[in-house]
């Protein structure tokens, strides 16, 4: 809820005031653990790549970019195609400012008979979805924070929503959705002509099958993808998805006009002739993870099975451990579910002074 007092004067949407907005504290620390970013900076060969691609286009700034992203969206589809064997094309490719942006672009363009999601999940579906106009209805998972297929189907033939959203690993809890059980939801969504939104922004990280290769049997089906997590490439602000050349089309008609820079475009280009650099460290990454799994039940914590680069742990008086642990230097994310809290995966340093702290905040164990 919002404690912002709005002048009387600034005509708000009446259902917009009582929202604050989205944002992960930004306070400084010597271990910044709670926006899930990897720690591992571009490499200094991808950095000489996009200064050279950016000094390369710097000239023709006075011109607006590609309007339609194209040689970006083929080099999208072809490095898709590589890591999940599919074959997709160009025009089956969408790409904007963040995940984010696409996700609003669904919502404007496909949400007329509203939206539904599984709680826990990542909150700024449903924000989106409220700013947008559009009536989200909020589906729930087991106590374990896993999916129940039976449950989520019979919500999905009881409320005909237009546009389903699943996010697998999913965020705040890193918990996946298997591809037999994505196929299941995405018949019962092809059944009342609804689309399935499966948000994997993180399943670089994941050892499951994508839902991109489902894409050829499902024309509902859509894959949201991101260049932020594994590619390290957060501050470029670059998401994309994957789905039927006609959702592509759709996606025509509410985006914004040349809504990614030349910049953007040159920059995400030299990531992508760079991937295996780039995502060079999902391996260690998930090392990482397990191991840092291990440390925290060592210390009593219940640890939510994750397949992404953060991890979910239960933790008594989350709100007083968040604090001592920012006292200790080190942030990480309260993700406002009770009796837990969420780590980023960092670098070797970062994961070993969130554990010092925690058991310091602990009483020492």
Known sequence: MSQHQWPSWLPLRADLAELSPYGAPQVPSLAQLNTNENPYPPSPELVEAIVARISEVAGTLNRYPDRDAIKLRTALAQFLNNISGTTLSMDQIWAANGSNEIIQSLFLAC???????????????????????????????????????????????????GLTFITTPNNPTGTSIS??????????CASVS??????????????????????????????????????AFAGVRLGYLAGH??????????RLPYHLSTLTQAAAMAALEFQEQSLATVATLRESRDRLAQALEELGCTVVPSSANFILFSVEHPNKMWRSLLDQGVLIRDVGLSG????????????????????????GK
């Open 111 to 161: 949400a007329d008979r509203g939206a539904l999601g599984f709680t826990p999940s990542y909150s700024m579906h449903p924000l989106i979805a409220r700013v947008a106009g559009v009536r989200w209805h909020e589906g729930h998972r087991r106590t374990d924070f896993t999916l129940d297929i039976k449950e989520a189907i019979a919500q999905v033939l009881d409320l005909q929503p």
């Open 179 to 188: 591809v037999d059980e994505i196929a299941q939801l995405a018949r019962a």
């Open 194 to 231: 609804g689309l399935l939104i499966v948000d994997e922004a993180y399943a670089e990280f994941s050892r499951d099958i994508s839902a991109l290769t489902l894409l050829g049997e499902h024309a509902n089906v859509v894959v949201i993808r991101t260049m932020s997590k594994a590619f």
């Open 245 to 254: 050349k006609e959702l592509i089309a759709a996606m025509l008609l509410v």
């Open 340 to 363: 837990y809290l969420r780590v980023t995966v960092g670098n070797e340093v970062e994961n070993e002074r969130f554990i010092s702290a925690l058991r310091q905040s602990l009483g």
